[in-house]
């Protein structure tokens, strides 16, 4: 266990020190008069080291701090789209944590990360007030270890940089543990249209976390030592507060200057959003009426398209669930859909849910049918969602939550990745919350265009559905490609490589987008690189909190 440590009345190694009130302020005329200004000014600056720096118990005022730094985050994202406040709330965080004890750390960052997930993730409210909090807490406890590191590497030189790798390796480990990870409301996604999104293009969403945390580390930085200065001459801090604004401005200015090129061959493409007949969990046992409607605005498209209204698409997406009728299975449902496809004479993706062989399971898929051969080569999705699509400790949680009634069947996990060939070119296929992994994104890199395939039609009207644009967005700079986002009931999107909307539906309303897009084979440097920056900013961070407890040990045991 690390030993609580009182940091020094003055400023830590890694600021310069200030000279005394006293020195710097003797020997004029009008010293005796200032005298009092003086004494207060002191008293001020030295309360508000003493909150910065203050040791053992948290306080309310580092509480309330904490808190505030989470909610201030939760702004970053969609719906509020505030995304300057991310490297704020860092910023806030890292204040209210720098100079307490681990152990006092932890607790405080668990309270940071309360305040910023349940405002965050209040769309999943909409199955459950139980499963919103429950989820939000679980995905706060990972503020534990993250408050713990911030407290410890702090008392290092070169903080910003460690404090933001930390919030990497908060990110990969709450992206993979436990069930696969829920790597929901990351630090990079709510910056998909801002000076740092190109930043992901070189090292994808984890370069981009780390330098929205660096904002924040350096905003932290020059406000302690702003602070540290406050009872004496300013110039000592001038140096090292103009460097920490420096860094953050190359930080921006590099951002813009990264090129993220949109060209490509053009290929017209379509996305169909038939909607849903209501809002809602129960629209799952309508399933023939959704069917429907994506049949319907399909012959829709295609009459548009002999009239000369729109152009004629070279590919057809439809959304995850469009038939939850198996087609295989059921022949109406294959008699409808092999008639819409045919009706508009190009392949269509179409997500549909298929039992399998044995009965016992359900895979989620895309399926490539062709206007002249029907169903062809397929997708499963490969991360299915624990406690949604599939239910871990079924045999105990089905006698204690009768909810989890509703899943009578867990989904199959698919054994591949959703590379298909889809009309003229190849696409890589991912459905519904996969666009959230790295790794299910990056499998899927090498087709020409990027397809999302999802249903947010439980969680319509929530801030689920724009963050999940917000995300396709980020993944369409990160790896150079056109991102068709395909949903039941919306937000269904056409998104250009460099990141930027070509077309937007709104939510329950069905909507037809057709668009030239570019379908490019450039791979990024994000897509060479891989995982490893990730992996090596965790590393960074790991290294620099055991330096630090280290550290703190030495000088604890020469006391």
Partial sequence: MVAQETLPDRTPADEPVAASGDAAGSGGPGAAADAPAQAAARGRAARLRAFLRTSGRAGWPRTLLVAAAGLIMYLAFPPADLWPLAPAGVALFTLALRGLSARTAAWLGFVGGAAFFLPVLTGIAAIGPDAWIILSLVQALYFIPLGAGVALVTRLRGWPVWTAALWVAEELLRGNVPFGGFPWARLAFSQTATPLTPYASLGGAPLVTFLTALLGGLLAYAVVTVLAHRDGPFKPAAAPVALALAAGAAVVGGGLAVPTPAEGRPVTVAVVQGNVPRLG???????????????????????????????????????????????????????????????????????????????????????????????????????????????????????????????????????????????????????????????????????????????????????????????????????????????????????????????????????????????????????????????????????????????????????
């Avoid at 399998?356 to 490969?382: A, F, M």
């Avoid at 590379?419 to 992994?437: H, K, N, Q, S, W």
């Avoid at 057709?514 to 440097?525: F, G, K, L, Q």
Wanted: with cysteine; glycine share 8%.
């Fill in 281 to 559: 969990l129960d629209f799952l046992g309508q399933r023939k009426a959704v069917l429907n409607n994506h049949v319907r605005q399909t012959h829709n498209l295609a009459r548009q398209v002999r009239e000369g209204k729109v152009a004629r698409p070279e590919l057809v997406v439809w959304p995850e669930n469009a038939s939850d009728l198996d087609p295989y299975a059921e022949p109406e449902a294959y008699t409808a859909i092999d008639a819409a496809v045919r009706d508009i004479g190009v392949p269509v993706l179409v997500g549909a849910l298929v039992d399998t062989p044995d009965g016992e399971h359900v895979e989620n898929r895309g399926i490539v049918w062709d206007p002249r051969s029907g169903p062809g080569d397929y997708y499963v999705k490969r991360h299915p969602v624990p406690f949604g699509e599939y239910l871990p400790f079924r045999g105990v949680l089905t006698k204690l939550i009768t909810r989890f009634e509703r899943i009578p069947r867990d989904f199959a996990r698919g054994t591949r990745s959703g590379v298909m060939r889809l009309g003229p070119v190849t696409i890589g296929d991912v459905i519904c919350f996969e666009v959230a992994y790295d790794r299910e994104v990056r499998d899927v890199a090498a087709g020409r265009l990027l397809v999302v395939q999802t249903n947010n039609a439980t969680y319509g009207k929530t801030s689920l559905p724009p963050q999940q644009i917000a995300m396709s967005r980020l993944r369409a700079v990160e790896h150079g490609r056109t991102i068709l986002v395909a949903a039941t009931s919306g937000i269904s999107a056409i998104v250009a490589p460099d990141g930027k909307m070509i077309d937007q539906s709104g939510e329950f309303t069905p909507d037809i987008q057709v668009a030239s897009v570019p379908a490019r084979t450039e791979r990024t440097m994000a897509d060479r690189v891989g995982a490893r920056p990730e992996w090596a900013l965790a590393l960074l961070a790991v290294g620099a909190a055991g330096f630090a407890v280290r550290t703190t040990r030495r000088k604890n045991e020469g006391k």
